[in-house]
Structures are given as C-alpha cells and as structure tokens.
C-alpha cells in the first residue's frame, strides 16, 4: 500500500509535543505507511480506513501509545497488546518508552495495523457486555432493593452511566468507602444523572 498524505490540521499535535515528540512522529510514518487516513478526534491522531477508527497515537507521563480501537480482536501473537483497565471492552494498546522500542517493533506494528483493516474490511464487532452481565456492588444493591424509586431512576440511566456508577462504586476495598460513594450519589442517580453530569 502506498503512503498516506499527512494531515496539516493534525501537525499542531506533533508540534505541541514536548515529551515523546520523536516517538510520536515515528509511529506517525509507520502507521502513514500502511495507507490508512490522518484525522484529528479527541485531540489526537486518529488513523482511519474506510472512515472507521484504527489507531490512535497518544502519551501519558510514563510512555507514550497506539490504540488500537478493536485490538480486542486481534490475534496478538507477540502478547504486545494491553488492555488499559479491565472495563476497557475493546481497545488496546501498545506502549513505547524510547524510538528504539518502536524501530525495533515496526515490521511487527504494521502487521498488526494491516490485521486491524481486515478486521473493519470484514465488519467485524467486538460483542460488548450488557449492563446486567457486570456485577452491581452489594453495598449498591441493598440501596436499589429498598428503595424503588432509586432502582426505577437507575433503571431508567443510558447503559453507559449505569456501568459508570456500577465501576465507581465498585473500585474501593472496603465496604464502608463503598457504602460512602453510594450515599453520595443517591441524590444524583434520583435526579436521572450519570456520574459526571
């Protein structure tokens, strides 16, 4: 496949860059190289084919990364890809520390890049798990039995903000930090509100 064309509107991302500037602007040449489209969405790089999201480049304090957005489904033979938290359903990523990382591994890089096309070239979806397949925290679930007009408001909450509270109130240790979190957000729940609304 022949190289991409790189995008003006996403320049000013690699030109902002004052850590991983390198590495960025090497896995921008590796994944140009493979055909796929530059965008910017999220305030990153996003890489698409056919106008559906492949990778995206981005950094954190300790690496810098690709995401694969459906790297759920491919078949990682060289165990590189990461899966960020465990409620991350989907996307993967590979993490880079320096330029050599990424020269080392860029034969490999594009195999997965070009298996991610494949992957949208043949419609394929990641099944996502409903709300009802995640586990409501008991602390949660003896509020929702008690009271009907809480479990009636929950109910009534997008799936997404339903697993955003089932995931915070889930995330402590100890169960009188649970029951603290709950109580702090009955009253946002009771209003038809998601976590961060």
């Known amino acids: 496949m022949s190289t991409s064309v790189t995008n003006p509107k996403v320049d000013w991302f690699f030109d902002k860059a004052t850590k991983w500037q390198r590495e960025y602007e090497k896995l921008r040449m590796i994944i140009l190289q493979c055909g ?6 999220w305030g990153c790089p996003c890489y698409t084919f056919e106008d559906k999201n492949i990778i995206l480049i981005h950094g954190f304090k300790e690496y810098c990364a690709v995401l694969f957005f459906k790297g759920a489904l491919l ?3 060289e165990g590189i890809l990461i899966q960020q938290t465990e409620n991350v359903q ?4 590979v993490r880079f520390k320096s330029v050599q990382e990424i020269v080392k591994m860029e034969r490999t890089l594009k195999v997965y890049i070009y ?6 070239k043949a419609g394929l979806q990641v099944k996502l798990k409903k709300t ?3 586990k409501i925290p008991e602390e949660f679930q003896s509020k ?5 007009r809480l479990k009636a408001s929950f109910d009534s909450l997008t799936p ?4 955003a509270y089932i995931f915070h109130f889930s995330q402590p240790k100890q169960s009188k ?5 709950v109580e702090k957000y009955i009253p946002q729940i009771l209003k038809g509100k998601g976590l961060d609304d």
């Open 177 to 181: 930090t649970r029951v603290a979190r």
């Open 75 to 77: 078949g990682d033979p």
């Open 115 to 120: 298996e991610a096309m494949e992957v949208e």
């Open 36 to 41: 796929l489209t530059e965008e910017l969405k």
């Open 160 to 163: 997404g903000r339903q697993r």
């Open 132 to 134: 009802k397949d995640y």
């Open 90 to 93: 989907s996307a993967r990523q």
């Open 144 to 148: 929702l039995d008690k009271m009907p």
